[in-house]
């Protein structure tokens, strides 16, 4: 097998790499961050130094015009503001203070020495001055500071000033410089980083589609070819020693096995058709093939088997055919002699079954019309229990009724008696109450009424009960004289009924002999019928024998 870098140990490679540059390019994120920020500090402190040198410069430029503007004018004003600075602003002294906190070199230090001991020099020509101006020889005092002395003093300051300003301004520009250059070395490397992790980028890309997708399509490919059964599909990758070589030589191993197994199969499946039983299934299987080499090996030796006991069979069957048609055709000859005697009794006892069964037809006529007259009978019957009951029925309700008129008399005598004392109120109320006692008038009127016809409907009531108790006892000895009529009816139809269960019993006994002989005759006959078929299908199957026989002699079998 061709040895080869693994896909897995290239791509860990160039991942690495990638890695290392992205770090990379952090560091020189935070270091930029840091470089900026010095830039900014140092921009900055070059802001501060030079503001504070003018703020130091500028002090000591006021308090010369605050002086000279004293001298020449004499203005109050001016000499308050001489003063403050000096003694309250103090921004030559405040300064000095911030330039050292922030940091100056010794050479600019020195400077300013200089400076502040010229300036000093200055001060008793400036109290002199102001002196002359508050004595009133302002023409002294202009001499004390615009004299040559004092003028010379100015000038030497002022040189000072410019080379300190550019001394500042040279040594701050000159950090600035070193810091952006450097800030702009970050940026270069920065961008390198990041080419360098593009191209890593692309390249791990390129790799991945070279050396994994194509061959992983590939193997795709040819693994849908063999689910497909194509077998003998182009495959040209090859194998080596990487991941996807060893996954391609597994393909190509597992196409020689399958190869091999089917070929095996198919010679097999070939040599059992043309009757070769006489088989070894060669080529250990493996894995899940195993079974398929152990259920041929199976069936193999079931058809083996099955065969020689087939043949064995065969040999059998056809000796016991030729026996079996010779008995067959005995068996059909007295067939045919049982089915003639039989057929001669069945004809006789027809003769009889015709004879009975007209007796009882005649016996069912009369238990016919024996069960009608019963059950007009009881339809009777049922009708006098239904009007007795009815009878009944009317009594209670008379009951009933005369407990509703005791009802409407009790209301009557009540209605009086309401009368009575709406009477008595209205003779008590007197003339108020004349309408009232002609209510009550009506009132009696009416209860006098409701007395009388409850009375006549209490006569004409107890008139009706008594009519319906007589047809009660009527009722009840009609009832009586019918049940006994119903039950002499019932006992005739029990009679006639034994009688025609007799006849039917005796006609359905001769049918079911009359049947059995038809059945024996049928099933003679049959015999007869079966013993001829019989002793053809023996021949036919004494033949068929010797055809099974020569069948099976084709195949070739295992020795036992």
Not at 69 to 88: I, L, M, P
Not at 132 to 154: L, N, P
Not at 483 to 504: D, H, M, Q
Request: hydrophobic share 40%; aromatic share 4%.
């Amino acid at each position: 097998m061709k040895r080869a870098m693994k896909q897995s140990t290239l791509i860990l490679i160039l991942n690495g790499i990638s890695i290392l540059a992205l770090l990379f390019l952090v560091v020189s994120l935070f270091s930029y961050s840091g470089v900026s920020k010095q830039l900014n500090d140092a921009s900055e402190e070059r802001f501060e130094l030079t503001y504070n040198a003018n703020r130091f410069m500028d002090g000591s430029a006021y308090l010369t015009n605050e002086v000279r503007a004293f001298a020449a004018t004499g203005g109050q004003e001016h000499y308050d503001n001489y003063w403050r600075e000096v003694n309250e602003l103090k921004n030559r002294d405040k300064g000095v203070a911030a330039l050292q906190e922030i940091g100056i070199t010794e050479q600019e230090q020195e400077m300013i020495d200089r400076m502040s001991s010229l300036s000093n020099e200055l001060v008793p020509l400036e109290d002199e001055a102001m002196k002359e101006v508050q004595a009133g020889e302002r023409e002294k005092a202009i001499e004390y500071v615009y004299g040559t002395e004092y003028s010379a003093s100015i000038a030497k300051i002022n040189e000072l000033k410019e080379a300190f300003l550019s001394a500042l301004d040279t040594r701050s520009l000159e950090q600035l410089q070193a810091l952006e250059k450097r800030e702009d070395y970050i940026e270069m490397t920065m961008i390198c980083a990041l080419v360098m992790v593009g191209i890593i980028t692309v390249l791990n890309m390129a790799v991945t589609r070279i050396q994994i997708m194509r061959p992983v399509l590939a193997v795709k490919n040819q693994i849908g070819e063999i689910s497909r059964g194509n077998l003998s599909a182009k495959f040209s990758l090859e194998s080596n020693t990487s991941e996807i070589g060893m996954l391609v030589e597994s393909i190509h191993e597992t196409r020689r096995e399958l190869k091999k197994y089917i070929q095996d199969i198919d010679y097999t499946l070939a040599q059992m058709a043309q009757g070769n039983m006489n088989l070894t299934v060669g080529n250990d299987y493996l894995g899940e093939f195993a079974p398929i080499q152990a259920a041929m090996g199976q069936i193999l030796d079931a058809l083996n088997t099955a065969l020689s006991r087939i043949h064995v069979t065969a040999q059998q069957v056809s000796e016991e055919s030729v026996q079996m048609a010779t008995d067959a055709q005995t068996l059909s000859s007295g067939s045919v002699e049982q089915a003639a005697a039989v057929q001669e009794l069945s004809a006789s006892i027809q003769d009889i079954s015709r004879q009975v069964d007209r007796t009882s037809e005649d016996a069912g006529d009369a238990r016919t019309a024996s069960e009608e007259a019963a059950m007009q009978l009881e339809i009777c019957d049922r009708k006098m229990e239904a009007l007795t009951a009815a009878m009944e029925d009317i009594s209670k309700s008379s009951q009933q009724i005369g407990g509703i008129i005791k009802t409407m008399e009790d209301i009557a005598f009540q209605t009086k008696i309401l009368s009575l004392n709406a009477s008595v109120e209205a003779a008590r109320a007197g003339e108020a109450g004349r309408s009232f006692s002609v209510v009550a008038d009506e009132v009696q009127t009416l209860a006098n009424k409701s007395s009388a016809s409850a009375h006549n409907i209490t006569q004409l009531i107890e008139n009706s009960m008594q009519l319906v108790a007589y047809g009660a006892s009527l009722s009840s000895d009609t009832t009586e004289a019918l049940a006994a009529v119903i039950s002499s009816a019932r006992k005739s139809t029990e009679i006639v009924e034994r009688i025609a269960g007799s006849a039917v019993e005796q006609s359905q006994s001769l049918k079911q002999l009359t049947l059995g002989m038809e059945q024996i005759s049928e099933v003679v006959q049959t015999n007869a019928a079966t013993a001829e078929k019989s002793a053809a299908s023996a021949r036919e199957l004494s033949g068929q024998a010797e055809e099974l026989k020569v069948a099976v002699q084709r195949f070739r079998l295992r020795e036992r």
